[in-house]
């Protein structure tokens, strides 16, 4: 799963489009579920729109977010399956992070923008922001030395396509990502391992 990345404004793409969005209420750096984090998605006109979601859907019980959603069963579950076919969005990202078992902190990044797919619910009565969940997949090589899952990542190139077209989206083949991972230790000091991520 990934419960917790980064949105670095320092970067320019990031802060392009934070300004795109022109929220107050998107919260930037460090990204925790049930945040208003900025999101890219549709217009009608096929254009990409930069806006404030709310990451999370209410989940069964009192209290409990949805924050992930399989990337191999989002067309079958009924949860998700109406709002991936017509609702799809973008997170856009700095780096995210995962722990193992023993509670370590791995950081994730490439040397750009990470774009990973998700799909999103209109407001509700009394909701501001639409509320978003994140795709993930099956983790690859590196990525399985911390955790089982990692999110699922859409290429810059196909950022139109993978959100204007539902063929194109359901059947994309091409989430992956160059991926530094950094382990964070009390000093501060880090392991860099790199491999690039195929399915």
Known sequence: MCGRYEFNQEEALLKHFYQRANDPDIQTGALYPGQVVLTLSANPDQSIHARGMEWGYAGFTKGQLLINARSESITDKATFQADFHYRRCLFPMSSYYEWTKDKERYRFSTNDIL????????????????????????????????HHRMPYF???????????????????????????MEKETDNKSFRNLTLNLKD
């Not at 922001?129 to 911390?146: D, G, I, S, W």
């Open 154 to 180: 859409v290429q810059a190139k196909d950022i139109r396509s993978w959100l204007n077209d539902y063929d194109f989206a359901r059947h994309y083949q091409n989430s992956n990502a160059q991926l530094f």
């Open 115 to 146: 774009y990973v797919g998700g799909c999103y619910q209109m407001p509700k009565s009394g909701q501001n922001h639409p509320r978003a969940v994140l795709m993930t997949q099956a983790a690859n090589a590196l990525a399985q030395e911390v």
